[in-house]
């Protein structure tokens, strides 16, 4: 999920908030994953007890207000649904990811995230980050063992 329309680095200074960029979201299967407006899919899925199969077609999507975001109603939002009763090997791993294009700028060249060093797309970053997951979380429960922090 992201705009059309993006200033990349466009802003500097502190307490500024990242407005560029595109968030992903990752699900092991059985699990539906879907975009649109928040209280659209709120509804919806309270209605029906699932997410909708299409997403809101791109000329629908929110557009800024006079104030330059989008109003509360008419939020932008990724969503996932999946039964958590199913017997998933994963335990239920859920991996977001921001893909903010070009991450910083350094004397006045625009430099792309880390991840390109490593990774041909963010998807390939994302199915790594995915398949390293259960390695990463054992190293973090033995340090948490290690140093009493469990």
């Known amino acids: 999920i992201g705009t059309v329309s993006q200033k990349v680095l466009g802003h500097a200074g502190d307490l500024n908030n990242l407005d ?11 699990a539906r994953i879907t975009a649109g407006y928040a209280t659209d899919l709120r509804r919806q899925f309270c209605e029906s007890g699932a997410l909708p199969r299409t997403e809101p077609p791109a000329d629908d999507w929110p557009r ?15 969503a996932m649904a999946r039964r958590f009763n199913s017997a998933v090997s994963d335990g239920h791993v859920v991996i977001l990811g921001l893909d903010d294009v070009n991450a ?3 004397y006045g060249k625009e430099l792309p995230g880390l991840w390109t060093t490593r990774y041909n797309t963010f998807e390939d970053a994302m199915v790594a980050t995915y398949q390293e997951h259960r390695g990463i979380m054992l190293r973090a429960l033995r340090h948490e063992r290690a140093h009493d922090l469990a």
């Open 104 to 106: 910083v700028k350094y």
């Open 20 to 30: 560029w960029g595109y968030f992903h979201m990752a699900v092991a299967r059985p």
């Open 64 to 78: 800024s207000s006079a104030s330059g975001k989008p109003s509360s109603e008419r939020k932008p939002v990724l």
